[in-house]
């Protein structure tokens, strides 16, 4: 079976600092997702993407940059952390339009100075 | 406005007691799956669903798109049910799943 890594899975960083986060996959999937979930919340989207170097906005893309260099990893950079922010930040991946097959990662726990 | 609305927020429950979780969306979509979360744990699909009724095990899903709504029936509960069970919906063909908030399952002994 497959499995999805991100590193690391703490991270904790200084007000204004950019910050990147990892994920890789080994299902050989196409499409790679970035979701942000914040206490008592859902999970929103920041980024996904369908195929290396390929990237597309989601609902909270504003602060964040991705990418997609190959097929297997997908990156995630806080351009500018905010002070007191603390939130999980999850990586997924599925087959290109077949969505019962998405798989989540452990996530990267974020909190900021 | 949340495309995706989830009711209820929590729900506190007896061992083997029964469990229904609702979930409404804003817009048409034919993609619906739950998916649910151990507290600290990893994200797991439960049922993909996008119409009618699916059946895994003890949790049956009923989706019915013309009233833009699924529903996650959990039967005879379980203390290793607690966690919180999302809904999540892709707007027709964007890629975006979109998830709601989430019910919080405590299963009592």
């Known amino acids: 079976g497959g499995i999805i890594t991100q590193t690391p899975k703490f991270l904790i960083g200084q007000e204004g600092q950019k910050l990147t986060l990892k994920c890789q996959q080994n299902f050989n999937h196409d499409t790679m997702y970035w979701y942000r979930q914040d206490s008592g919340k859902g999970l929103r989207l920041i980024y996904y993407?369908?195929?290396?170097?390929?990237?597309q906005k989601g609902d909270l893309s504003e602060g964040y940059d991705a990418s997609r260099e190959k097929k297997s990893s997908f990156s995630l950079t806080v351009t500018s952390a905010q002070k007191n922010e603390m939130a999980v930040f999850l990586c997924?991946?599925?087959?290109?339009?077949?969505?019962?097959?998405?798989?989540f990662g452990a996530g990267t726990r974020l909190s900021v100075l | 406005e949340q495309q995706v609305q989830q009711s209820p927020a929590s729900l506190v429950l007896q061992e083997a007691e029964n469990a229904e979780l609702q979930c409404s969306f804003s817009?048409?979509?034919?993609?619906v799956q739950w998916f649910y979360q151990r507290p600290g744990g990893r994200l797991v699909s439960l049922l993909y669903n996008p119409s009618g009724t699916k059946q895994s095990g003890r949790l049956t899903s009923t989706t019915v798109i013309k009233e833009r709504r699924s529903s996650l029936h959990i039967s005879s509960s379980q203390i290793t049910d607690s966690g919180t069970y999302l809904c999540a919906m892709e707007p027709a063909n964007t890629g975006k799943l979109t998830f709601g908030d989430g019910t919080v399952l405590t299963v009592k002994p």
């Open positions: 997924a991946s599925s087959i290109l339009e077949v969505q019962n097959t998405l798989y």
């Open positions: 993407s369908i195929t290396e170097n390929d990237l």
């Open positions: 817009i048409f979509t034919n993609q």
